[in-house]
């Protein structure tokens, strides 16, 4: 969270997981996180931060690849959730980290709570997104066992059910709410992207959009890739063919939120995901989102955004934007996200759910 450049990329699970935790140990639960070495240690296994306890699992500059490193990650995450000792774990993003997850608790007689991160997560057995054969065997493993589930959208819940046969829980993503917004009511200066560069999350889409409209401005916020390097050199060149497009590269999660405040509208070209975090940021701070995904039909019932079908239609609904005055939809943005995914109107339910688990 703080951009060391050891710890690699920082998405929304992590992001998720550091307000929850902050929430959680504010309303009298005893709070662990299980973290990657980057320095913060200091050569030690264990600091404490905000009256929560950050717990060495393995040493992010050496890695996990190769056989070695596979056992010594394994090995640490088990140590780690063991120095724990806690009642309830709780994991997000699939992947063989929730089987060790799940079996660590059915071994210790805890309670195991696994998080949907992304709609592929759901997807039958499969289509899942996962390469390695010990990913796929993991997770397949702990979702079955898991004591409850949570998903970030009704399609999840929807998925969940008709992929796995599992009920699962549906609790939104949330941030907590941020300090007043001096730019509210004055115009954004760009549209904003922010994204892994990744395949699914089509960067291209935003190349070609910004060719189309050279007279607008456009901000792109990425970092992160988990594809090819070639894909992300490959893209990286082409994004930097496109003059009204300002390439930032990798920010810090701190430093993001200026950005959407600044921003005429929040661009999505996503094939899929979850519940974006990028979606939180952009009605927090009062900017409407135009997408290709509409979770659970919020852009088009609440007047939040635009969700489009095609490359024609982001071009034409852009350049519509542009021209358009948005103060309706901003006061819209700011009042849904305080209603629906403010940490404080989200918190509440997952500190509910834990405790139901302990009963």
């Known amino acids: 969270m703080d951009a060391n450049p050891a710890a690699g990329s920082i998405g929304g699970a992590e992001v998720q997981q550091f307000h929850l935790g902050n929430y959680l140990s504010g309303h009298g639960w005893q709070v662990s996180f299980t973290a990657q070495d980057a320095g913060q240690f200091a050569g030690g296994v264990e600091v404490r931060q905000n009256r929560i306890r950050h717990i060495k699992c393995f040493d992010a500059v050496k890695g996990s690849r190769g056989i070695s490193g596979m056992v010594a990650w394994l090995a640490g995450l088990w140590r780690a959730m063991s120095a724990a000792d806690a009642s309830i774990y709780y994991q997000r993003c699939a992947g063989l980290i929730t089987g060790v997850v799940a079996a660590f608790c059915k071994t210790h007689g805890r309670r195991f709570v696994y998080a949907g991160a992304n709609d592929w997560n759901f997807f039958p057995p499969r289509d899942l997104q996962l390469q390695a054969l010990q990913e796929r065997t993991g997770y397949r493993y702990a979702l079955k066992r898991a004591d409850l589930i949570t998903v970030q959208s009704l399609t999840q819940l929807h998925l969940l059910k008709k992929n796995w046969g599992l009920d699962g829980t549906f609790i939104p993503n949330c941030l907590p709410e941020g300090p ?53 050199e490959r893209m990286n060149e082409q994004i930097r063919s496109v003059p009204n497009i300002d390439c930032r590269g990798f920010v810090p999660y701190p430093e993001t939120h200026a950005y959407f405040e600044s921003a005429i509208a929040l661009v999505n070209t996503s094939d899929y995901e979850g519940f974006s975090n990028t979606f939180l940021q952009a009605l927090r701070a009062g900017i409407p989102i135009v997408s290709y995904l509409d979770p659970d039909g919020i852009l088009a019932e609440n007047s939040i955004g635009f969700p489009v079908r095609s490359d024609k239609e982001l071009i034409e609904t852009i350049r519509e934007i542009s021209m358009m005055d948005l103060s309706e939809q901003s006061a819209a943005c700011r009042d849904f996200f305080k209603r629906t995914y403010s940490l404080d109107a989200v918190g509440a339910r997952f500190d509910g759910l834990f405790s139901s688990l302990l009963r």
């Open 180 to 232: 007043g917004n001096e730019t509210a009511g004055k115009p954004g200066k760009y549209f904003l992207w922010v994204g892994g560069m990744r395949r699914a999350k089509r960067p291209d889409r935003l190349a070609a959009l910004a060719r189309a409209c050279p007279d607008l401005r456009f901000v792109m916020i990425s970092g992160g890739a988990k594809d090819s390097d070639d894909y992300t």
